[in-house]
């Protein structure tokens, strides 16, 4: 059973974008990037109240951009990047050529030249 809403629904990509549109959230979002941590080790590194940052976390769970794991008493957290591919998605409506453009430049700058191993 899905415990958030579908990302890539508009509506799902709505809650995601609000759950962004906090600092601390994505404070929290950066600080468990590239590991999992605990409730309390994450509140550790706010001046929030511990009940302020569970909050936070169950915004960011419930838009599907954390997943929580228990391990006895306690809940350890971790960052989901594909939740985010639906708002990606909606940014790259803004910029539909932007692929394109980075192609360009980096064939301009790096020219194929037809010798090997050179």
Do not use: N
């Not at 590239?34 to 309390?40: F, R």
């Amino acid at each position: 059973m899905a415990t958030g809403p579908d990302a890539a629904s508009p509506a799902g990509t709505d809650v995601v974008l609000r759950a962004l549109a906090d600092p601390h959230r994505r404070d929290i979002m950066r600080l468990i990037r590239d590991t999992e941590l605990p409730a309390g080790q994450i509140a550790a590194h706010f001046t929030l109240t511990q009940q302020a940052v569970s909050q936070h976390l169950s915004v960011l769970k419930r838009a599907g951009l954390l997943e929580e794991r228990r391990e006895g008493t306690r809940r350890l957290y971790r960052f989901q990047p594909a939740s985010l591919e639906p708002v990606r998605d909606v940014l790259d409506e803004f910029w539909p050529d932007a692929l394109q453009r980075l192609k360009r430049a980096v064939e301009r700058d790096h020219p194929k030249s037809g010798a090997k191993g050179s």
